[in-house]
């Protein structure tokens, strides 16, 4: 393919992009594809000699885009928001044009100073304290990893190796082997599954503790962990906190934590994956009071700040642990500039680097910060919306609602909700997924998509409805309650037993 076909088929598919953009809110939010799907429709080998664009383009839209799932419609309301605008797709397509791996800073010296300046941008706007940043005097500095799972990987590493240099400097009998099968790890049960993931990939027992009523880890049972487990000899050597929960969205208390972490000599890591781009609007800030505290901090500019997949920001208090960590030199990396700019292999599991920092820059200059904040807000005022018209039903319970996601469900039975949601789910024109809170099962609904406005909130609210009237009729809604608030529990069997004295009145 030469530069002027690339022109065309380039601008093919941004047209065809555009208009995917136009009509998503018209798409079923779910694929009805079943698995394997794709394989009935492909040949077994690929073609021996190659094919027009204009055939590849079509094949797109036959085969591919029925089994696209479609995370930006404004009817997708499951896990998190996954960003995408069109300036970061932009960079996305300029960064592969350009087609650069910066394994050092000779390797492309604008991605690691772009990337630099990026992740002093980002501090700042965050009010992160001036030790993270990579333009303050000491040791700290910010990174882009891919993940938030990688960012906890990389942090629970580097903790390893700031626990066996400091215990074999203090007791220089002790093996590295000896400190390393008693380190141990904790966490909050509400967190992410790759904060567990990343205590097995790094080979350390990781506690996941039980949290409050409001999916908070309290000090009191950290602290108790930590001396149980100092009793029993073990070494507490990594904790995550977490700034906005998967589940609900709750928030640790790092005035609480961090001393306990600072006193006990335990690495402080804060997973913000979603809820870190609130922080750029200062009513959200109080939420992490205590973060100079931390020993590393990590939000994802791909969840909630426009920045498309996968871009994720993290800053550590002091890098070295992490270079000395990663540090494997040989001669063909070496250049002549070692010592005046970060060399981020080091500060991450891969060689090689994608050019994130661009996508960063072209979606802070062309929305501004002012642009950032207003999308937050915008979204949690349609999460606040939502909670509004759950709570208007008496047949419902709202259960949480923080920043852009609430969770509720209907009183009774967790049989009734989960019903409920399968309902929602086979209709496919909202993406909505379950979750626990307080041992019981409630329905999560996240403001995903930027496209998403107060219409399509009333849309889902509508299907809900509909969805709900089928197992707790309207008609009988006040007679049931009443009943389901003097048992204490609705159960399922009742509602079907309702609908039926309905259906024969
Ligand atoms: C709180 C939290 N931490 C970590 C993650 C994992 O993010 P990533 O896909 O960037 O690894 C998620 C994903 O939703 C999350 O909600």
Not at 172 to 187: D, F, N, R, T, V
Not at 338 to 367: C, T
């Amino acid at each position: 393919m030469d530069a002027d076909q690339f022109r065309e088929f380039g601008r093919a598919a941004v047209d065809y992009i555009a208009d995917y953009y136009e009509t998503i809110r018209d798409r079923p939010v779910l694929p009805s594809v079943q698995p394997g799907y794709l394989d009935d429709l492909l040949p077994k080998d690929p073609p021996q000699s190659g094919e027009s664009w204009r055939d590849v383009l079509q094949d797109v839209d036959r085969i591919i885009m029925p089994g696209i799932t479609h995370w930006q419609s404004p009817n997708f309301h499951a896990y998190y928001p996954t960003a995408q605008s069109f300036p970061s797709v932009v960079a996305e397509l300029m960064s592969a044009g350009f087609g650069v791996v910066g394994l050092s800073w000779i390797a492309s010296p604008a991605m690691t100073e772009l990337e630099v300046v990026m992740m002093n941008w980002l501090g700042r706007m965050l009010e992160l304290p001036e030790q993270f940043l990579n333009c303050s005097e000491g040791p700290g500095g910010g990174v882009i990893q891919g993940s938030a799972s990688e960012a906890t990987y990389v942090g629970l590493l580097a903790a390893k190796e700031k626990k066996v240099k400091d215990l074999i400097t203090e007791n220089p009998q002790l093996s590295e082997a000896e400190i390393k099968g008693k380190l141990i790890a904790y966490s909050s049960d509400q967190s992410n599954s790759s904060v567990e993931k990343a205590g097995l990939l790094g080979s350390m027992k990781m506690r996941l503790l039980p949290t409050n009523g409001q999916g908070q880890l309290t000090a009191d049972t950290l602290q108790e962990a930590i001396n149980k487990d100092k009793e029993a000899g073990l070494i507490p050597c990594y904790f995550v906190a977490n700034l906005g929960t998967t589940p609900t969205c709750a928030f640790d208390n790092l005035e609480e934590l961090g001393p306990i972490c600072n006193r006990e000599e335990v690495w402080l890591h804060v997973d913000a994956a979603y809820a870190g781009t609130a922080f750029i609007c200062p009513e959200y800030r109080h939420l992490m009071k205590g973060v100079e505290m931390a020993d590393s901090f990590n939000f994802n500019p791909h969840k909630w700040m426009l920045v498309n997949f996968d871009c994720s920001a993290m800053w550590i208090r002091d890098a070295k642990y992490l270079v000395e960590a990663f540090n494997v030199e040989r001669i063909y990396l070496k250049d002549q500039h070692k010592g005046l700019a970060p060399e981020y292999r080091h500060w991450q599991i891969s060689l090689g680097r994608r050019f994130r920092a661009l996508k960063i820059w072209f979606v802070l200059r062309i929305y501004g910060v002012e642009g950032i904040k207003k999308h937050v807000r915008n979204q949690v005022g349609l999460a606040k919306y939502f909670s509004a018209l759950v709570e208007k039903d008496s047949r419902f319970e709202l259960c949480s609602c923080s920043m852009g996601l609430a969770s509720f469900r209907l009183k009774g039975d967790n049989a009734l909700t989960e019903k409920l949601l399968q309902k929602i789910s086979d209709k496919k024109n909202q993406f909505l997924i379950a979750g626990h809170l307080n041992h019981r099962y409630v329905i999560r609904y996240a403001i995903c998509s930027r496209l998403t406005e107060q219409r399509d909130v009333d849309y889902s609210w509508r299907e809900i409805l509909e969805a709900a009237d089928e197992l707790v009729p309207r008609a009988n809604k006040k007679l049931i309650i009443e009943v389901a608030e003097k048992q204490g529990l609705l159960n399922i069997e009742t509602c079907k037993a309702d609908k039926s004295v309905e259906k024969t009145k």
